[in-house]
């Protein structure tokens, strides 16, 4: 039943959206508009053919990913799409978090945007890493604390900030682990949350060390035991393979 409502308040807010560009358009026609003597039928008023569909693409977007500031995110959004790059735009609409105040900043969604965007590059300019931060209409003091969280010059390892954008997110290490887990698996939403014990031992040994309150031994300790698991399912680890693991501790 939830569903369905969402399908149709998204069907109503693209009949909405169109029916008030149409106006504009209309109204800007009528600003440009010759003398009163020059009359056009409609058969002369050409719309793209692939206005409509740009339209309704855009609007169930801007609907997804709920964007504080509506024109800046419009202009990521047209701009990346002329250039075949990826959108700024979340898979679904997200609930906030417990922790979360609305309007908080940061989301698991937003996370996994940029990532979309930025993890093929591997190194990403701290410079290019602002603008897509910025596009998604983030406060720029939340991306300026995690950048202080390590050092780092004017390229940055896209993976770390992943993680700190996850240790963000979470409440322990653990936590920001599944979130991570979340964000990088390619199973579907609510499954295992797999991925391979290589990427889980880097984000986790990396987090681990900007906490620092966790004994080497201690680090080494709990992934070998992941490791053991994890090479009787294919080499990837699951959530339910750490989250049992005392929070206390990690």
């Not at 308040?9 to 504009?24: K, R, T």
């Not at 977007?61 to 979340?90: H, M, N």
């Not at 093929?120 to 931060?133: A, D, F, I, N, R």
């Amino acid at each position: 039943m939830h569903a369905d409502s969402v399908l149709f308040s998204l069907c109503i807010c693209d009949l909405l959206f169109c029916c008030y560009f149409f106006q504009v358009l209309v109204t800007e026609f009528e600003k440009t508009m010759p003398l009163p003597e020059t009359m056009f039928c409609a058969e002369q008023i050409k719309i793209p053919p692939e206005l409509p569909d740009i339209l309704k693409q855009f609007t169930k977007a801007a609907i997804r990913t709920q964007p504080r500031d509506i024109l800046q995110w419009s202009a990521a959004y047209f701009t990346a799409l002329s250039k075949g790059e990826a959108l700024p735009v979340k898979e679904r609409m997200e609930t906030p978090l417990a922790k979360q105040k609305e309007d908080a900043g940061l989301t698991p969604g937003l996370l996994k945007v940029l990532h979309k965007q930025l993890s093929p590059k591997g190194m990403v300019s701290t410079e290019e890493l602002k603008e897509k931060w910025k596009h998604l209409c983030l406060p720029e003091e939340q991306l300026e604390a995690i950048l202080q969280l390590d050092v780092f010059d004017e390229e940055v390892e896209w993976m770390k900030i992943l993680a700190l954008g996850c240790s963000v997110l979470g409440e322990s290490l653990l936590s920001s682990m599944k979130h991570a887990c979340e964000i990088l698996t390619k199973d579907p939403e609510g499954g295992a949350a797999r991925v391979p014990f290589e990427t889980f031992s880097y984000l986790y040994s990396y987090l681990a060390s900007i906490d620092g309150e966790i004994p080497d031994e201690k680090i080494q300790e709990f992934l070998n035991g992941i490791k053991e698991q994890a090479d009787q399912q294919g080499g990837m680890v699951q959530l339910r393979n750490f989250l049992s693991q005392p929070s206390t501790l990690f």
